[in-house]
């Protein structure tokens, strides 16, 4: 007990004496915390329309007025031909082209049938899909709201009314805002950045300046080591984690559902699991350099397999093995549960029990990797 | 001119012999561009769904049949009273829930209009608001299907084209926005940390005292991470050519000359960095942790642009992975020549001369 607290005075020293990287552990995740989640927003709003109209007739007007106060579209510009509008997309300035053919009312109130043309900039897959299926319910709307509709069907009432009256509900979250997904999945994203890295980069770094020869003569246990090494870094994971909650709650207004000390529960555990990943890749590493490299290729895995941007049940069967395997998604599910919706240790038992065996297994691993001997 | 090849040779060296950073270098891109292929869409598909039915008439069974048969959703059927909605959601596989009230056929068949709830859970607003949307599109077409009546005389028909993607590859947006990614956090940590590790190790001081030229050490630190850059951008070219099936629609040596360009902006950033800071642990941190968000974020190939604040779009001016990632897309998926990105090529040649200057300035031949 004593060797492990000289270690763990040794490495709070280090990590005092070095003030930039100190700054670095606290002032970033804070500062990206708060800035991060303000722009990530997937609403489709504001898609820019260019409408080339070769009929201009009181219906070509009537559309494309609905169309403009739907409130998804801004009609940017008016265009004489296809191919002036289909410029507008080439440069970026336009995402949908609307044409409206010549004769276009005519044709359908004599054929009854007419159509229009729609070309969507599609290589944003997204907005070319809400777009066009904005578009079309505005023009399936303006349909049912046709004058010569509604004076054909004197009767009326089955075609402007649906016979299912479907009520919804957004639960947890009834105005569907993006922050209160994001917000706490990012607190967990810049954690395991700062844990993952910082553990990764500190015993490579004893080995490359030449120090842990030094640690190597003396009698200290391997496992001793690689603890005195992981709880400083737990210390500050912690302290990082609550600064991170309470600018959830002083910024965004997000304060957790759930109990505050189940959160602190898989906060530790995770932290355990996630510093012993570092500790691993760092005793694997010849160098600085190497380790970061290691160490970001995992990070990059994570932060996209861990349904912090895109949902993992939407997966195939084999990315979802894969995303179980990464300790981020279980913390990252655990905390949008505990803060939103307030689920109790029981909801999320396999969660922690996944968290408590990469704990472990990450840990041991790591102290078995360490050799004395180089 | 003899010295800096001999130079050049000697950052090769050091490159080549760090066997596994040359492996992640060339292994990031693959693993990448094979998750955003085949494993992440923003589609959402496979979410699981509870059907509580009241009434268990053919109108309710109708209708869920037509739910099972889609491909969005997989649905669980157990009878849920709405006080138990909130615990099913608390342990997070339901997704939403759809509650049929007790005498749904009789009404919809007798008064013509039947009540029917969703609920969705809103801690994922992504899914919630595709799930409701999904839904309402099956109960529509059911309604369609028991009262053809309900079609109208006169119809208005959209007809959508999908330009540049016809098939809707889900990925094609992600691949532009991955190379923008890649380039700028692999050109930016190698160079950042190389002048730097000479000043941690000492060797600094041997450079200096030669009678090579200050300013050629800083080009030839950079000529070996520009080739390999430039490496690293064929291979996914190729990938995303042989494994993604995308076709690649403009002039390829524009690509290049563009991609170029890009990568001599991030060398400048990373030689800043480097110049600046004193350990390579710092220059780590900063060019990949401080670096990999903001370059992820204000790229807008992930998030759109025009949905953040506007001091965010202000600052994604700055940001060259942004202006990069126009020109490929603009270039690669649509085809377009150089008299359509000549502006974001003259701002990236605008932001590579400021940081280049910067960091020469910085650069300081005495140690202290």
């Known amino acids: 007990m004593r060797v492990l607290g000289f270690i763990l005075q040794k490495e709070f020293r280090q990590i005092f004496r070095d003030k930039s990287i100190l700054a670095m552990m606290f002032v970033m ?157 990012v607190l967990v994203l810049l954690l395991t950045m700062i844990g993952g890295f910082l553990a990764a980069l500190n015993i490579v770094r004893e080995k490359e300046v030449g120090t842990i020869e030094q640690i190597n003569v003396t009698p200290i246990k391997k496992w001793q080591f690689i603890l005195g090494k992981l709880i400083p870094f737990w210390l500050i994971g912690i302290i990082v984690f609550s600064l991170g909650l309470l600018v959830c709650r002083l910024v965004y207004g997000i304060i957790p559902v759930g109990n505050i000390s189940l959160l602190y529960l898989f906060a530790a555990v995770y932290l355990v699991a996630l510093l012993g990943f570092g500790l691993l890749i760092s005793t694997f590493s010849n160098s600085q350099v190497q380790s970061m490299f290691v160490a970001f290729f995992f990070m990059m895995i994570f932060m996209l397999m861990s349904g912090l941007f895109t949902t993992v049940d939407s997966m195939p069967a084999w990315a979802r093995a894969i995303s179980d395997l990464t300790p981020v998604t279980h913390f990252i599910r655990v905390m949008r549960m505990i803060v939103l919706k307030g689920s109790g ?29 180089s | 001119m003899k010295q800096l090849f001999v130079f050049i040779r000697k950052e090769f060296y050091h490159v080549f012999r760090d066997k596994r950073t040359l492996l992640i270098m060339f292994g990031l891109p693959v693993v990448q561009i094979v998750l955003f292929g085949f494993a992440l869409t923003s589609e959402v598909k496979n ?173 030839s630190k950079a000529v070996p991470y520009l080739v390999l850059s430039l490496a690293n951008f064929t291979l996914i070219l190729i990938l995303a050519v042989f494994a993604l099936h995308v076709e690649i629609k403009g002039n390829i040596f524009l690509l290049f000359a ?52 506007l001091i965010f779009r202000i600052i994604s001016h700055v940001v060259p992975a942004r202006w990069y990632y126009i020109i490929i897309k603009s270039v690669m998926l649509k085809g377009l020549g150089f008299g359509y990105v000549w502006k974001e090529t003259l701002i990236l040649i605008g932001i590579t001369i400021i940081l280049l200057g910067i960091a020469l300035k910085n650069f300081k031949i005495r140690l202290s």
């Not at chain 1, 004058?147 to 089955?158: L, M, Y």
């Not at chain 1, 065996?357 to 990450?362: D, E, G, P, T, V």
């Not at chain 2, 390579?280 to 953040?308: D, R, Y």
């Open chain 2, 258 to 309: 563009e991609s170029t360009l890009f990568i001599i902006t991030c060398l400048s950033f990373g030689l800043l960095i480097s110049n600046t800071t004193s350990s390579q642990q710092t220059a780590l941190l900063l060019s990949m942790m401080g670096m990999m968000l903001p370059t992820m974020i204000f790229t807008g190939f992930m998030f759109p642009l025009e949905n953040m604040p």
């Open chain 1, 345 to 373: 240790f029981a909801d999320v038992k396999m969660e922690f029990a996944y968290l408590v065996c990469f704990a472990l297994i990450l840990n041991s691993w790591a102290i078995w990797n360490y050799r004395k001997t």
């Open chain 2, 47 to 219: 979410a699981q769904i509870l059907i509580s039915d009241n009434a268990k008439d053919i109108n309710s069974e109708q209708l869920i049949a037509k739910m099972k048969a889609s491909t969005y959703f997989t649905v669980d059927e157990t009878p849920i009273s709405n006080n138990d909605i909130e615990k099913e959601f608390r342990k997070g596989n339901i997704k939403c829930v759809v509650v049929f009230p007790a005498n749904f056929g009789n009404d919809l068949q007798h008064n013509g209009k039947a009540q029917l709830q969703i609920v969705a859970d809103g801690s994922d607003p992504n899914t919630a608001k595709t799930m409701i949307n999904y839904l309402t599109a099956i109960i529509s077409d059911y309604q369609q299907q028991i009262s053809p009546a309900a079609t109208l005389p006169y119809l208005i028909i959209p007809e959508t084209r999908m330009l540049y993607n016809e098939e809707g590859n889900g990925s094609l947006n992600f691949i532009p926005g991955v190379m923008a990614l890649i380039l700028m956090i692999v050109c930016t940590a190698l160079t950042s940390v190389s002048i730097v590790k000479e000043k941690e190790l000492g060797t600094m001081e041997i450079l200096l005292v030669s009678p090579f030229k200050p300013v050629l050490v800083l080009i």
């Open chain 1, 29 to 185: 995740p804070t500062v990206q915390l708060i800035i991060v989640p303000l722009a990530m927003d997937f609403d489709v709003k504001n898609i820019n329309l260019s409408i080339v109209d070769h009929d201009h007739s009181s219906y070509s007007q009537k559309l494309i007025s609905k169309i403009g106060s739907s409130g998804y579209f801004r009609i940017i510009s008016a265009d004489g031909s296809y191919s002036e509008a289909l410029k507008k997309i080439e440069n970026g300035t336009s995402d949908v082209v609307m044409e409206i053919p010549s004769s276009f009312e005519e044709n359908l109130v004599r054929e009854g049938i007419q159509k229009i043309g729609i070309s969507v900039d599609a290589i944003n897959g997204t907005k070319a899909m809400i777009g066009g299926s904005y578009l079309n319910t505005v023009i399936a709307d303006f349909n049912s709201n046709l004058e010569i509709n509604i004076k054909n069907n004197p009767t009326g009432s089955s075609t402007n009314q649906s016979a299912i009256d479907i009520t919804y509900s957004n639960w947890f979250n009834p105005h569907g805002e993006y922050k209160y997904n994001i917000v706490p999945a």
